[in-house]
């Protein structure tokens, strides 16, 4: 089983529909998730941190569920500027420094 | 606010010909990582360095060796170019490992 898992998509959604995307991940000794964008030949950047509770940031919102070892990220009022790669990030947990990521989700929004 | 710093940005070799691609992070960082991305693949980690004075081999560490030459500083150095290791290399580093990892904007390597 991969580390991090991700439907690679790609979703092809209208502006201003609501996307979710979902990640399952491996190690039950994770204790960081991440969602990093990644643009097309560009370098991944932090998108949102992952906290048990469940956050939001502007129309962004994340969700971590640990029994289930699952992990969401809702869109809402999708724009054109979110067409992009969407990365699922864990951390190793017991084995300290390396991060796993996912392999992407690819998303277009489109008029 | 440079953050990582990667150079060269464009690279182009001959297969056998040796480089270095730089890495340097001026956030007092101790963990630092080198990435290769494949067309359509994901992440794969090189090498890392969790704090200065240490190196640990990644997930694809073969053909390559790192230098972790000071707290700022993390060097990639091919020493034997092969078609294979064409890709783009990023660069991270985070302060530890429960923080997110801040990427340089990468190295474009193409060998002939």
């Known amino acids: 089983r991969k580390e991090v898992e991700q439907d690679p998509g790609p979703f092809n959604v209208p502006e201003g529909a609501t996307v979710a995307f979902n990640c399952t991940y491996s190690n039950s000794a994770s204790q960081s998730f991440f969602w990093y964008r990644q643009d097309c030949r560009k370098e991944p950047k932090l998108l949102m941190s992952?906290?048990?509770s469940g956050n939001e940031d502007g129309r962004f919102t994340a969700q971590l569920n640990r029994a289930s070892q699952y992990i969401s990220l809702l869109i809402r009022d999708s724009k054109l500027s979110d067409s992009a790669t969407y990365l699922c990030?864990?951390?190793?947990?017991?084995?300290?420094?390396?991060?796993?990521f996912g392999k992407g989700t690819s998303l277009l929004v489109t008029p | 606010n440079a953050g990582v710093t990667q150079t060269p940005k464009f690279q182009v070799l001959k297969t056998g010909q040796s480089m270095t691609l730089q890495c340097a992070q001026d956030m007092n960082h101790n963990s630092m990582y080198w990435y290769r991305q494949d067309p359509g693949m994901g992440l794969r980690l090189i090498y890392y360095?969790?704090?200065?004075?240490?190196?640990d081999k990644g997930e694809v560490p073969n053909g390559y060796n790192v230098s972790r030459l000071n707290k700022r500083e993390f060097s990639l150095r091919l020493e034997s170019a092969a078609p294979s290791q064409t890709s783009v290399y990023f660069c991270a580093s985070t302060a530890n490992s429960n923080q997110p990892q801040h990427f340089g904007d990468g190295t474009r390597l193409s060998i002939l």
């Open positions: 992952v906290y048990s």
């Open positions: 990030v864990v951390n190793k947990g017991d084995s300290g420094y390396a991060l796993n």
């Open positions: 360095s969790a704090s200065e004075g240490t190196t």
